[in-house]
């Protein structure tokens, strides 16, 4: 571990941020408005519907709910990371070796990006111990339990949208056309969890948005690392020419050898 995190290091003293700062605190504010708009108009009527909603949307909705688990997405990346962690990196031919780096990159981006924000849901959830909508009948919408470890005091944020934003903005990030389909596949997978009963509005929307702006964030970093990503003066972090190039490769130009040399590590 020592070699990557060297270079992470010097890379950090290399490399100036450039690109203007996050807008953390705004992104911060806008999701709490949500968050409290739904408080006011929403909570309350999806505590009283949740066991009413029509069979149908809801036998989908629980199909498909599962795929805002954690471990659909952290367990890929920690596979090849195990594999990467086997390779001869010096033994490989440039190709190869090009083709290993970026998937590493890759897949520490992934892990990061999904990996954080699911930490920091189980941080808030913790502290924050708002009862689940199961027992809106006798408590409403605003009971809260901190520090209580029970599933039944962890509503406050939803740690399915949570992941379910994370991706969605990883996706969008390394394929960008996919962006409307990706989003409204996403929301829907967060609005599960009001539809069970699982959560209130809320808790979705603030769950959604930590995900969506730490998977940014992240890529953020990436960019001002040079890994991965490169950062625009106009927008969001877009990827490097090396990936896709490589993405292109059976049909087009293979890359250039400027590009190659910019993604990789010194060798030692």
Known sequence: MRRPISIVHRRFERRPPLYPPTPWLSW????????????????????????????????FAEETTPLGLGKWYLLPPLAWLMVANQIDWNSLSRER???????????????????????????????VGRERPFDYQDVGIL???????SPLYASFPSGHSTTVGAVAGVIMLLCPRW????????????????????????DAVTGFGLGLGLSIMTAQVFARLGFLFRQT?????V?????????HSQDGPRQDAAATDAVLPERG
């Not at 929403?42 to 809801?58: E, F, T, V």
């Not at 929301?187 to 009963?197: C, D, E, P, Q």
């Open 179 to 202: 962006k409307y389909g990706v989003m409204l596949a996403a929301v829907w997978i967060a609005s599960t969890r009001v539809l069970l009963g699982a959560h209130y509005p809320s």
């Open 28 to 59: 911060a504010l806008a999701v709490l408005l949500l968050a409290g708009i739904c408080v006011v108009l929403l909570d309350d009527a999806a505590g009283r519907y949740w066991q009413h909603w029509p069979s149908p949307l809801k036998v």
């Open 97 to 127: 070796l090009v083709a290993a780096y970026n998937r590493t990159c890759l897949s520490f981006f992934v892990l990061i990006a999904v990996g954080l924000p699911g930490l920091a849901t189980l941080g808030i959830k913790l502290l």
């Open 239 to 247: 990827l490097r020419r090396s990936m896709r190039a490589r993405e």
């Open 233 to 237: 003066s106009a927008s969001l972090p």
């Open 143 to 149: 009971s809260f339990h901190p520090f209580k470890l």
